[in-house]
């Protein structure tokens, strides 16, 4: 899920750290291979051990061991379960580095070529992204996949092709709320800010509207220039001091004219790695 927020307006969640009993695990493996018999795949019981890893939510410590994996293997498939894993981690530059390994093994592979314009669209090359993700997008018919490239689109200034994208996305998924509000800024970037409020406007009024929804609302009210209400909106676990700063912040984006400026003024954080 992907959520238009201006880049201090967003809270993101520290990535977990190593577990005692994840490391507990590795050692053990690692003390047991001495001892144990000959094993012809020693880099199979590397992914398992590391995706055990994965499960008990410690990526990091998982994708040293897939890297070693990765390493052994050689094939496109090892350096996506190493881009995934990094991708969980944070390291989304690491990431990139394992995708791009898969995709020169296997150029058109639809998961190397997700995981590689997720990891470039967190690193904020746009570009790069969307030349992924345009191509993958038709393959893997996902609402999070054309969403993601809606995002890129948005974030190079192409405002049509990033509704088409984000229309695509919605009809995968009718009642999701942030692919909604993302449309909506897309909207409001391309020069149809009345659209978007309308659009933000009927999200906000669901009962499952969050935070964000509210502060997106905020910035296309200023963009259409109802600044009345959009001094007036009441935000959720928004402090006054907090929403001065929101306006403050949506009147400098609405100065810029050029839209691939604006777009990358508003920002875009993942706040789901998939």
């Not at 795949?41 to 070693?68: M, N, V």
């Not at 995709?103 to 992204?129: M, V, W």
């Not at 100065?255 to 777009?263: E, G, H, N, T, Y």
């Given at each position: ?22 490391l507990a695990v590795v050692c053990s493996w690692l003390a047991g291979c001495s001892s144990a018999p ?237």
């Amino acid at each position: 899920m992907w959520l238009f927020a201006v880049k201090a307006w967003s809270v993101i969640l520290p990535t977990s750290r190593p577990t005692r009993l994840a490391l507990a695990v590795v050692c053990s493996w690692l003390a047991g291979c001495s001892s144990a018999p000959s094993n012809p795949h020693p880099d199979l019981q590397l992914d398992k051990l590391a995706s055990d890893i994965e499960r008990r939510g410690d990526p990091a410590t998982a994708s040293a061991l897939y890297a070693r994996a990765a390493q052994q293997q050689q094939d496109a498939p090892a350096f996506i379960r190493l881009g995934n894993a990094r991708l969980g981690s944070g390291d989304a530059n690491g990431a990139a580095q394992a995708f791009r390994e898969a995709l020169i093994k296997e150029p058109h592979n639809p998961d190397a070529l997700l995981g590689f314009g997720s990891a470039q669209l967190r690193l904020g090359n746009a570009s790069s992204a969307a030349n992924a993700l345009k191509e993958v997008a038709p393959l893997k018919k996902t609402a999070s996949t054309y969403s993601k490239l809606g995002t890129a689109y948005s974030l190079l200034g192409q405002s049509a092709a990033a509704e088409t994208a984000f229309s695509k996305a919605l009809e995968l998924a009718p009642g999701n709320l942030d692919i909604q509000s993302n449309q909506a800024v897309a909207m409001a970037l391309g020069g149809s800010p009345d659209r978007a409020v309308t659009r933000l406007r009927e999200v906000t009024r669901s009962p499952l509207a969050m935070p964000g929804h509210y502060r997106n609302l905020l910035l296309t009210l200023v963009l259409a220039g109802h600044e009345q209400e959009a001094t007036g909106l009441v935000i959720p676990q928004t402090t006054p001091a907090q929403k001065a700063r929101l306006l403050e912040q949506a009147r400098q984006i609405k100065s810029l004219r050029d839209p691939m400026q604006r777009a990358q003024a508003v920002g875009l954080i993942a706040t789901h790695p998939n």
